[in-house]
């Protein structure tokens, strides 16, 4: 079995809580729109390294429509390059809490409705070692409940524009580990007010990972204490 074609394949299955897909090749096929509509129940949906491009997803999540409880979609190891525009929007992933885009050879998130629809639920959002080389202002603006931001292992990501993090109200924890950046000015982090955490580590030094910077954010006064991360595991 190589792909899974039509709309109707799952009928019959709406107990079904896990569904895996892992490494399927998909290859140039689409999605068909409601393919999992039938699968009313289902919890977490994995896709990882299925060969989907950015075009295998309908437009207005309707290739994830009728997924009303869906709380974990992963989408890792893909090719998808971008996250075209309302990928999740819709309705269909209304409870969705945790997406994973990491290693997705994902290099642009320039359209602020790349995650729309994801804005009342979404909490974790992994798009680490991806292609990334710039985070634009307002990429993540509509995901206020967003929580955990994984930009860990992106090489290439050199560029932060000022107002990245805007609308993240609810951030509590950043990873930047691994990235080219060296420099954070406390503008970028400015109106996060539930930030507590920012992760970095050496991109070229792994094995100096134990001796990673935590940077924490005093709400007190908005300035970034810089401690030692040796101790905290």
């Known amino acids: 079995l190589r792909v899974i074609e039509v709309p109707h394949a799952f009928n019959g299955l709406a107990q079904l809580a896990h569904l895996d897909m892992s490494y399927m090749s998909f290859g140039q096929m689409i999605l068909a729109p409601g393919m999992f509509s039938a699968l009313a129940g289902l919890t977490k949906l994995s896709l990882q390294s299925s060969t989907l491009y950015e075009w295998a997803f309908q437009p207005n999540g309707s290739t994830f429509r009728g997924l009303g409880r ?118 970028y982090f400015a109106r996060l007010d539930s930030l507590r955490n920012v992760f970095l580590t050496e991109a070229q030094q792994p094995e100096q990972a134990d001796e990673a910077l935590l940077v924490v954010v005093d709400p007190d006064d908005d300035t970034l204490l810089q401690q030692d991360f040796s101790d905290h595991g």
């Open 70 to 187: 869906l709380h974990t979609l992963v989408l890792t190891g893909n090719k998808l390059r971008f996250v075209r525009p309302d990928t999740f929007g819709g309705d269909g992933l209304r409870s969705l809490v945790l997406l994973k885009l990491d290693a997705a050879w994902i290099a642009t998130l320039n359209d602020t409705n790349a995650f729309r629809g994801l804005d009342t639920t979404l909490q974790t959002l992994d798009l680490s070692r991806n292609l990334l080389q710039a985070i634009h202002a307002r990429t993540f603006s509509c995901l206020r409940r967003l929580r955990q931001l994984y930009l860990s292992g992106c090489k290439k990501l050199r560029v932060l524009e000022p107002g990245a993090f805007d609308g993240l109200v609810s951030l509590q924890s950043l990873w930047l580990s691994g990235s080219p950046l060296r420099l954070l000015n406390s503008e």
